[in-house]
Structures are given as structure tokens and as C-alpha cells.
């Protein structure tokens, strides 16, 4: 079974909870699958991570509890066969805006006659063809999830999460913010309707539906309005609040004063 379906389907654990791998390290992506969260994002839509990094992430992330989710660039066949070929098993496609857009993404990860995915018997993701029945099997372990990321994609909901193959929805606050006029205010209250009802939605079509937030107390007001699944920042947003919290901390303390601590 596709780790990230078990995931959603576990209606009897807690809402899993994620973060974004941004900085392309295969040794950060490694320490973050060791803190405690269920998934991860390994982005390559807003990082330099290039294919043979994404693979050095998975083999990092593979020596973790987390579930890789990978981010594909774009809803790009190609990019995903790639993908899809280095090992990946769950993909995140980005700005889908309709129904076939979300049948092209889908089609992309399913080798025929399901879909166009290009067979390669000699793959790391066929374990380089030492996995039994390879090609007829794969397409049960894809993962397929969709970000909706403007008011037209939320409008169109139900339609793209009809589409054969879609696993999941993920509601993506930050452009849609910006799309709705409200660039960086990601909880303006006019957002937070739209996240809302686009989870109400989702629910009553039994789609799961996720989402993500700087910070615990903005991921917390997700869960509350209804999302299944969520993240938290990023590896480099949390290093970077923990970074500057500790010189803040260090300006803030007089000099000869001992701070307790460990590095």
C-alpha cells in the first residue's frame, strides 16, 4: 500500500502532521525525518533540488520514519516520469486549476493503458528491476495529490476531486491569499472563509484535504476549520526562527550571564 494512503486512511490516529524539505540537503532532510513528523514535502518547485538530489533525499528520508511527498516543479509527463522512475511513490502537483489538469497529472504517474507514464524496467524505482511484476503493479502504489491555489481551482473542487486516481486535495494559502488579493496575509479573514469552505467540501465528498502554516498556532486554526492533514513551515523556516531566536536571545542577555543549552 502507498505509505501516504495509509496515512489518510488511519482515521483513528491523530492528523498527521508535515513539513517542507526546502533547503535540498539530503543530511537536513535526514535530521527533520527523525523529529517526529509523519510526511514531508521534498519541494522542487521553489528550491534548487534537481533530479539526482531528489534522489539522495529519498535515499536520506528512506532511513526515516517520514513519508516522502515529493513536489514536482510542474504538471510537466516528462518531469514526472522522471520523478516517478527515481523513486518517488507520492507526488504533489502544483497550480492544478480544472478537471483535466488533474487527469493529465494523474495520467502522468499511471502506466498504460491507465495513463502515458513511459515503462523503464531498469529504475530505482523498480528496485532496478529486481521488484516481481514491476510494471504491472506500479500504478497501485502511486499517490496522487492536487493543490488548488486560486478561487477558480476551490470553485471547481468537486470536479477535479472526481478525477480518477486524485487521492487527495491540498488547499495551498499562500497563493491563494495572494490570488484573492491579500498577498502575505494568509489568515485575513476573507481567506480563512475560503479555506473553510473548501474543507467543508471536501468532506462531504469524502476527499481528504490538507494544508500548511508558518506557524503551530496557524496550523492549529487549520485543523479546527476542518483540515485532514497539515505542515508546518519549512526545514529552513524553522532554522531560521530558531536562528534568529537564539541571537536575539543572546543580544537580550548581559554579557557573563550563562545560557544553558546544547549544540
Known sequence: MNEFHRLLADRTAKTPIGT?????SPIVAEAVGTAGFDWGVLDMEHTPLDLMGLVHLLQAVGNTPMVPVVRVPWNDTVTVKRVLDAG????????VQDRDEAARAVAATRYPPDGVR???GMSRASRFGTTPDFLRGANRTIGVVVQLETPQAIERLEQIAAVPGVDALFVGPGDLSGSMGHVGNTVHPDVM???AAAARRA????KPVGT???TAEVVAR???IGYDYVAIASDLGLLMRAAQGAVQALRATPAGARIEGSY
Open 212 to 214: 500548511v502554516g508558518g
Open 88 to 95: 518517488a511513490q507520492t507526488l504533489l502537483f502544483p497550480f
Open 222 to 224: 487549520y485543523r479546527e
Open 20 to 24: 517542507w524539505v526546502m533547503s535540498a
Open 193 to 195: 472563509a475560503a479555506m
Open 203 to 206: 468532506h462531504a465528498i469524502g
Open 118 to 120: 513511459g515503462m523503464a
